[in-house]
């Protein structure tokens, strides 16, 4: 069975151009995260969706940040424009349930997205 | 708000050496605890959890035991690899979703 997949691996861009992430998350799985993480630290909740609705999204700087998720299947992260501090890996991960992730915590995560803004 | 602090790394031992990695956490209620691992070039995973005071998880020869009094949740291996060599998370369920720490990087020496 397939895990989660991402693209692109990496990325290099310069400030101010705008970038976009895919997640394809594991068949079935109807909850679905965006993290980042920057160097040295663990990772940080950007925006979940419970099928195609962004259920918590309180930590996604809406001034520059979107994702969309609209078949409720693959998801994109865009950010426009970018800024030095946007640097960071950003990761996507899968879980059958929400409810059922919280006691199991068995997030299924893809290998990330490396962003670097120069 | 729910926080994990882990030890800083890199935690360096030799083939065979005892492993400790210290977790603290400070979360209201009663979380569930885990440890994810990241091996180099691939995704975070879950290695053990913890869903009660005083359980113990346990995979891989890894061990971690919900000690509610000092809310900690130490990660420790009786015998490393070189196999192991990678960077470990501590987390716990939060009120959003899961809360990391900052991550503990190991590296095995044979």
């Known amino acids: 069975e397939a895990g989660v997949v991402q693209s692109p691996r990496y990325k290099i861009i310069e400030k101010k151009q705008p970038v976009a992430f895919w997640c394809n998350p594991i068949?079935?799985?109807?909850?679905l995260y965006w993290y980042r993480q920057n160097l040295g630290q663990g990772p940080e909740l950007l925006i979940r969706y419970e099928n195609e609705e962004a259920v918590d999204d309180s930590q996604l700087p809406k001034d520059r940040f979107s994702a969309e998720r609209l078949k409720g299947v693959d998801s994109t992260l865009k950010i426009q424009p970018a800024e030095l501090g946007d640097s960071a890996v950003y990761l996507c991960?899968?879980?059958?349930?929400?409810?059922?992730?919280?006691?199991?915590?068995?997030?299924?995560f893809g290998e990330g997205s490396r962003l670097t803004v120069l | 708000g729910d926080s994990v602090t882990q030890m800083e790394g890199p935690v360096t031992l030799s083939e065979e050496a005892f492993l400790t990695i210290n977790c603290t956490y400070t979360a209201t209620g009663y979380p569930s605890l885990f440890w994810y691992v990241q091996y180099p070039g691939e995704g975070l995973q879950l290695l053990l959890k913890a869903t009660k005071a005083d359980d113990k998880g346990s995979n891989k020869g890894f061990e971690a035991t919900y000690r509610k009094e000092t809310t900690s949740f130490h990660l420790e291996k009786g015998s490393v690899q070189v196999s192991d060599s990678a960077v470990y998370f501590c987390?716990?369920?939060?009120?959003?979703?899961?809360?990391f720490g900052s991550g503990t990087r190991l590296q095995v020496q044979p």
């Open positions: 987390a716990l369920t939060g009120r959003r979703a899961l809360t």
């Open positions: 068949s079935g799985h109807n909850t």
């Open positions: 991960a899968s879980s059958a349930r929400q409810g059922l992730t919280l006691n199991t915590g068995e997030l299924f």
